[in-house]
């Protein structure tokens, strides 16, 4: 009987024994489960689904201002041409090549602009390289027939000489950028690629698109404003680069040279350029950024006018950097000038 009580008595312990222990461990089990699960949240999180942030490549620095305007800061946008550079001269080096390749989007302009991106796409093939041109849809229009035919000549002169003239557009007119009302269509193509591209910022991309539409639509109006009351509707440029600008506002572009701003106007297109400008008591003569201004210089000093800057905002020059100048600006320095010589 003593043997049985203790017998119980041992078991009786052992079971205490073994309760707590096994609660011990429970509570060791569940403070260690909770401290693994915070763990494993810990390790987990960076790999978790997260929103994606494009790389986006841009042509030059029209594409890169409106693609960074759709964007803000949920992607990372970067322009192939540096500032400064006359983009219808750009080739992409082999570098230029691959990063194009490893970039989730590449932005251009079209119409003949950047004759490389066919190229770059044939090269990009396979890839997952989205390719979005701003100008597809709109009415593109042809370069006059004499600048054409001019540009040919020049052409084929060169390719006598054993040159390459990359800046060739095919007869296109790509300055659609340069009219405010088609940059809108622009942007808008832009937007609807990128939101395809990264449909988790399809929402912010159409704000931050309508915010910038908005400011392109007051730019507009402004142009429009400005010039339904002028004395003269022509003015002379030296690069065929405002026709666009010229048919959306009712003006008459009247260039010096062809599309291409290096090209070199004949004895013959100099000696009719004079003469319109004669005949018209032309008082202004315009020029443009990134490349010599001294057939503008030289009409100017055979008629006694003067000269100012048109910028076709192809790129960005130190002093426009400097001025913290952008598409807008720089626009409303045009029309600026625009409004005197057309008023004169």
Same mark, same amino acid.
């Given at each position: 009987?003593?043997?049985?009580?203790?017998?119980?008595?041992?078991?009786?312990?052992?079971?205490?024994?073994?309760?707590?222990?096994?609660?011990?461990?429970?509570? +060791?089990?569940?403070?260690?489960?909770?401290?693994?699960?915070?763990?494993?949240?810990?390790?987990?999180?960076?790999?978790?689904?997260?929103?994606?942030?494009?790389?986006?490549?841009?042509?030059?620095?029209?594409?890169?201002?409106?693609?960074?305007?759709?964007?803000?800061?949920?992607?990372?946008?970067?322009?192939?041409?540096?500032?400064?550079?006359?983009? #219808?001269?750009?080739?992409?080096?082999?570098?230029?090549?691959?990063?194009?390749?490893?970039?989730?989007?590449?932005?251009?302009?079209?119409?003949?602009?950047? &004759? @490389?991106?066919?190229?770059?796409?044939?090269?990009?093939?396979?890839?997952?390289?989205?390719?979005?041109?701003? +100008?597809?849809?709109?009415?593109?229009? *042809?370069?006059?027939?004499?600048?054409?035919? *001019? #540009?040919?000549?020049?052409?084929?002169?060169?390719?006598?000489? /054993?040159?390459?003239?990359?800046?060739?557009?095919?007869?296109?007119?790509?300055?659609? @950028?340069?009219?405010? %009302?088609?940059?809108?269509?622009?942007?808008?193509?832009?937007?609807?690629?990128?939101?395809?591209?990264?449909?988790?910022?399809?929402?912010?991309?159409?704000?931050?698109?309508?915010? $910038?539409? +908005?400011?392109?639509?007051?730019?507009?109006?402004?142009?429009?404003?400005?010039?339904?009351?002028?004395?003269?509707?022509?003015?002379?440029?030296?690069?065929?680069?405002?026709?666009?600008? %010229?048919?959306?506002?009712?003006?008459?572009?009247?260039?010096?040279?062809?599309?291409?701003?290096?090209?070199?106007?004949?004895?013959?297109?100099?000696?009719?350029?004079?003469?319109?400008?004669?005949?018209?008591?032309?008082?202004?003569?315009?020029?443009?950024?990134?490349?010599?201004?001294?057939?503008?210089?030289?009409?100017?000093?055979?008629?006694?006018?003067?000269?100012?800057?048109?910028?076709?905002?192809? /790129?960005?020059?130190?002093?426009?950097?400097?001025? &913290?100048?952008? $598409?807008?600006?720089?626009?409303?320095?045009?029309?600026? %000038?625009?409004?005197?010589?057309?008023?004169?």
């Amino acid at each position: 009987m003593k043997f049985s009580i203790r017998h119980l008595a041992v078991l009786s312990l052992s079971s205490l024994l073994i309760a707590a222990g096994c609660g011990n461990n429970n509570a +060791s089990t569940n403070t260690g489960s909770s401290t693994n699960t915070s763990a494993t949240a810990t390790a987990e999180a960076p790999t978790a689904p997260a929103s994606h942030k494009l790389n986006i490549k841009v042509s030059f620095y029209p594409m890169y201002e409106f693609t960074k305007n759709i964007t803000g800061d949920l992607a990372d946008v970067e322009a192939l041409i540096p500032p400064g550079i006359e983009p #219808h001269d750009w080739e992409p080096t082999a570098q230029d090549m691959a990063q194009i390749t490893k970039a989730d989007v590449l932005v251009y302009n079209g119409a003949g602009m950047e &004759n @490389w991106v066919d190229q770059v796409l044939d090269s990009a093939s396979g890839s997952k390289l989205v390719a979005v041109e701003a +100008s597809k849809g709109l009415d593109i229009m *042809e370069g006059a027939e004499e600048e054409e035919d *001019e #540009h040919e000549h020049s052409h084929e002169h060169a390719h006598e000489e /054993g040159e390459d003239h990359h800046h060739d557009h095919g007869g296109l007119d790509p300055h659609v @950028w340069l009219d405010p %009302a088609l940059a809108v269509k622009e942007v808008r193509n832009i937007e609807a690629a990128l939101a395809a591209a990264a449909p988790e910022h399809a929402e912010a991309f159409k704000a931050n698109a309508d915010a $910038y539409i +908005s400011k392109l639509e007051a730019l507009d109006q402004e142009f429009r404003e400005a010039t339904k009351e002028v004395k003269r509707k022509d003015f002379i440029t030296q690069h065929a680069a405002f026709g666009y600008l %010229a048919k959306e506002y009712g003006l008459t572009q009247v260039p010096i040279a062809g599309l291409s701003p290096e090209e070199e106007p004949s004895a013959a297109k100099m000696a009719e350029i004079v003469e319109f400008a004669k005949t018209h008591n032309v008082k202004t003569i315009f020029f443009e950024t990134l490349v010599s201004s001294s057939v503008a210089d030289t009409i100017a000093k055979e008629i006694g006018a003067k000269t100012a800057v048109l910028n076709p905002i192809e /790129g960005l020059t130190e002093e426009d950097r400097s001025h &913290n100048l952008d $598409y807008l600006g720089i626009m409303r320095q045009n029309l600026e %000038a625009l409004k005197i010589a057309l008023n004169e």
